[in-house]
């Protein structure tokens, strides 16, 4: 929690100063001792953000990646005069256990240019695409098998 505050209070100030570095670490540990004892916040929590920190961080640089490769896609179909939307609707079930990991999922999916996620009911999803080439692989794509290795 710690280290959120600090990298939020180093965002919104926009600049790294001696000053401004550490009324940051006093004004993010006066935050996060409050949400232990206060909030209850269990300390455990921390112990499995920074545990699974790699792959978060994996998993957002995949999904940088596939927006712009679909955002290309989307572009291209746009631009070009002979390909035609031809929109689909495909459900599949992500096999992913916890409600967490499937709400990242849709958010996700809905990100990524080209596709959203009309329903999502546990780990059954119903996605429109507009091409049907854009629905290829989704219930075995990079974001569910990096969700899959993200624990508790």
């Known amino acids: 929690m710690f280290i959120i505050f600090l990298l939020l209070w180093i965002i919104f100030n926009g600049r790294i100063t001696l000053e401004i570095l550490a009324l940051g670490v006093v004004i993010s540990l006066a935050l996060s001792l409050f949400f232990y004892k206060a909030l209850k916040y269990p300390l455990s929590s921390d112990k499995k953000f920074l ?12 999904l940088i990646i596939e927006i712009f490769k679909a955002a290309g896609q989307v572009a291209a179909l746009v631009w070009s005069g002979s390909k035609k939307p031809d929109p689909v609707l495909v459900e599949f079930h992500s096999g992913l256990e916890d ?11 809905t990100l990524t240019p080209g596709t959203f996620t009309i ?3 546990g780990d059954r999803f119903v996605i429109h695409c507009l091409r049907p080439e ?5 219930d075995d794509s990079s974001f569910i098998k990096l969700l899959r290795r993200v624990k508790g």
């Open 99 to 109: 409600s967490f990991s499937n709400v990242v999922l849709a958010n996700s999916i």
């Open 51 to 62: 545990k699974n920190l790699p792959l978060v961080l994996a998993y957002v640089f995949s």
């Open 134 to 138: 854009f629905a290829e692989d989704l």
């Open 119 to 121: 329903l999502q009911e």
